[in-house]
């Protein structure tokens, strides 16, 4: 099994409560903290969202707390489930935009909001 470091960014802002769940990080990723991910719904395991998948991952569902190395196997790790986010410290997967993620996220009804700072 892969593992899960730490390392601060600033991408949490404002003071929307932060929620986080453990969630299963498919193998053969190596993820940056601040990755919206996407979860793939046979496996119910997540990746890197991007919006030409066809498996249920194009759709932003959390964001990832930790870095996360799982080029190795799978690896359970962290993901916020409600919390602010930097828009310029998100990892947005080919085809996605901070606009996009955003309405994915109010689309869900999910306690996730993307903003762009000044």
């Known amino acids: 099994m892969g593992e899960a470091t730490f390392a601060p960014n600033d991408l949490l802002v404002s003071d929307v409560p932060v ?5 299963t990080i498919a193998s ?10 996407g979860n793939i719904t046979a ?23 930790f870095d ?3 080029s190795a196997g799978d690896v359970v790790a962290a993901a916020y489930a409600s ?10 997967g080919a085809g996605h935009t901070a606009a996009t993620v955003e ?4 689309k869900a009804g999910a306690p996730l909001y993307v903003r762009v700072l000044k």
């Not at 929620?19 to 969630?23: E, G, L, Q, S």
């Not at 969202?49 to 932003?60: H, Q």
């Not at 919390?83 to 947005?92: M, R």
Request: charged fraction near 20%; proline fraction near 2%.
């Open 68 to 70: 996360v190395d799982a």
């Open 28 to 37: 053969g990723q190596n993820l940056k903290r601040g990755a919206v991910l």
């Open 19 to 23: 929620i986080t769940r453990n969630i």
């Open 43 to 65: 496996s119910d395991k997540y990746i890197l969202s991007t919006a030409a998948a066809a498996d249920g991952s194009e759709d932003p569902s959390l964001v990832l707390a």
């Open 103 to 106: 309405a994915a996220f109010r």
């Open 83 to 92: 919390g602010a986010f930097d828009s310029t410290k998100l990892t947005l």
